[in-house]
């Protein structure tokens, strides 16, 4: 998949994806149309990010509730800072944990769960790493950005899922007592080869990709919406601010996702 980069990465000035955001109801007519399409689809793909589960409470990445302790995302969520900090890093994603525990899936999640169940060939990629999507039910999918309820031995690599909360810090492998960290893909890692090749066959292969709730600066899902447009396919946004893809995207939706999502069932 030559248009999509494996490294995970920023592109820009994370505001440019702050353009003057207009929160206005997705208009009736684009909605009847993204709903034709998705009626029609031989093959359906979704890509989500935090805006989703921004309907159920949980703070967006690069939305003002999105910093801890004034630390953004970026300064947190890679290699060199945990090597650097490992207990500073853990007490963000016990945060996180202890928030995430607490929420349940929107209407957008079970919409999600839906149109799976309807359509025979679907996939949905997710940057999401709350795991409310498997809640929902959702079971085609990719977590591209891992998922927080699992840890990895930073010794000897097991994976294992951990739902505690909270999360002793710091936390060790049961197995050889080497040190945990999160199984989150960060900052300036590569995504699993698996995730990667699984979401280009869906990306190359749908008629609809619905992107649903993310800034579009973090690739390479940022790059994912052209990769489909590229192969055909018809691209809708759901989000109640405007992107950078908002300009090339077929339809791009102004709403949020458990209001709008929801509607083109
Ligand atoms: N419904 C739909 N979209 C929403 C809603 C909502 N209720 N509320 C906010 N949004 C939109 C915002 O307008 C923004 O475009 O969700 C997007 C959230 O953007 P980010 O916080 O940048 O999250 P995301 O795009 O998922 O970030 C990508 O960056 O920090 C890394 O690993 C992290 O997976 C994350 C990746």
Same mark, same amino acid.
């Given at each position: 998949m030559p248009e999509c980069r494996a490294y995970y990465s920023m592109r820009g000035n994370v505001q440019a994806a702050r353009l003057s955001g207009s929160t206005s109801v997705a208009s009736t007519s684009d909605l009847g149309i993204v709903r034709e399409k998705i009626a029609a689809a031989r093959s359906l793909a979704v890509l989500t990010g935090a805006g989703i589960s921004a309907d159920s409470g949980v703070p967006t990445f690069r939305g003002t509730d999105g910093l801890w302790r004034n630390f953004r995302a970026e300064d947190l969520a890679t290699p060199e800072a945990f090597e650097r900090d490992p207990r500073l890093v853990w007490e963000w994603y016990n945060w996180r944990r202890e928030l995430i525990a607490t929420k349940r899936p929107n209407p957008a999640h079970a919409a999600v769960v839906e149109l799976e169940r309807r359509c025979s060939e679907f996939w949905l990629i997710t940057?999401? !790493?709350?795991?409310l999507h498997r809640a929902a039910g959702s079971e085609k999918l990719s977590e591209i950005h891992g998922n927080i309820w699992k840890v990895r031995c930073t010794a000897c690599g097991v994976v294992e899922d951990n739902h505690d909360v909270p999360i002793p810090i710091l936390p060790s492998c049961r197995h050889c007592q080497g040190l945990l960290r999160p199984h989150i893909v960060w900052f300036g890692e590569s995504l699993f080869a698996s995730d990667l090749s699984r979401c280009a066959a869906a990306l190359q292969s749908c008629d609809v990709l619905l992107v649903i709730?993310?800034?579009? !600066? !973090?690739y390479p899902a940022a790059g994912f919406a052209s990769v489909a447009k590229e192969a055909g396919a018809f691209v809708a946004e759901i989000n109640p601010d405007a992107t950078p893809h908002s300009e090339t995207v077929d339809v791009s939706l102004r709403g949020r996702a458990k209001e709008v999502v929801p509607l083109l069932l």
């Open positions: 940057q999401n !790493v709350d795991g709730g993310t800034s579009g !600066v !973090v």
